[in-house]
């Protein structure tokens, strides 16, 4: 079962949220080999709620996770705190949206919770956390004292750190996942669909449940994938998110150039039954 560990539903923060561009990006994900995504849309990106409402009333119920054709989604969160630094969560959809919903006071920046804080109220939840990227340029997570490194259950081996330095992310985000005796697995960060499969997590049995999937990553049973042109899958996939942007910025309609084919919309593709 391949799985990536970080993943979003939409281009950027301050976009809005398409269900056309969610549809696209799931069915990529499915397309590039893997089997279940944890999504780990940022705290503060526009209509978070409204994406994961998406994925809950249009999704199959299985276990904790969310069925597209075939694809397991595991709800789950990107959250900034004060040091500098992302923190992962991963559990039950109504979880991630209660704490969602108890950190908008700390969404815009300045106003970041402190990593012990943010630690506290995760633990009233069934959620794993994990260390996002810990050793990315501006990200403070190693130095954070003993007692609440401690309090992560697994760290995150990042496709665009691997992109950018193989070498050196494996051999600290290895070092520091020694050091704490917390597990390393894979996530891709991807925004766009191009940066799926750089880099995946392959585990020997399936699982639908947060409890199973802790099971299995605490008990070590999977082996980390990096593709072998992941640094070329990770700069076009840049590449093609600062162009979708621009295409925005400049009054386009990105999804709409993406998807097109033919000349014509996905609307009128739709109709005429050339889209799925």
């Given at each position: ?19 056309e ?23 503060n ?22 069925v ?30 209660e ?6 006071p ?43 490194l ?11 750190d ?13 070092a ?17 669909a ?83």
């Amino acid at each position: 079962m391949y799985v990536d560990f970080h993943t979003h539903g939409k281009l950027a923060k301050y976009l809005p949220f398409s269900t056309e561009y969610t549809d696209w990006l799931l069915n990529e994900a499915k397309c590039a080999g893997l089997d279940a995504i944890c999504l780990t849309e940022h705290f503060n990106t526009q209509q978070f709620e409204l994406l994961y409402r998406y994925i809950a009333t249009q999704g199959t119920c299985q276990g904790d996770a969310y069925v597209f054709d075939g694809l397991k989604i595991f709800p789950g969160m990107e959250t900034d705190i004060a040091e500098g630094g992302h923190v992962l969560s991963i559990g039950p959809m109504e979880a991630i949206l209660e704490l969602n919903h108890r950190l908008e006071p700390y969404k815009a920046k300045g106003a970041f919770l402190p990593a012990e804080e943010l630690m506290e109220l995760f633990a009233e939840y069934p959620v794993l956390v994990g260390a996002g990227h810990p050793f990315r340029e501006e990200g403070h997570i190693p130095e954070l004292p003993p007692k609440v490194l401690k309090r992560f259950d697994f760290l995150d081996m990042n496709g665009k750190d691997i992109a950018l330095d193989r070498q050196r992310t494996e051999k600290l985000t290895y070092a520091l996942g020694e050091r704490l005796h917390r597990p390393v697995v894979a996530g891709s960060d991807t925004h766009q669909a191009v940066q799926y499969g750089c880099i995946r997590t392959r585990f020997e049995k399936e699982f639908d449940t947060i409890s199973e999937l802790r099971q299995e990553m605490e008990a070590g049973r999977y082996t980390i994938c990096v593709h072998p042109e992941a640094a070329f899958k990770v700069k076009t996939a840049g590449l093609l998110k600062r162009s979708l942007k621009e295409i925005h910025a400049l009054g386009g309609d990105y999804v709409s150039v993406l998807l097109r084919q033919n000349g014509e919309s996905p609307a009128v593709l739709k109709a005429k039954g050339q889209m799925e």
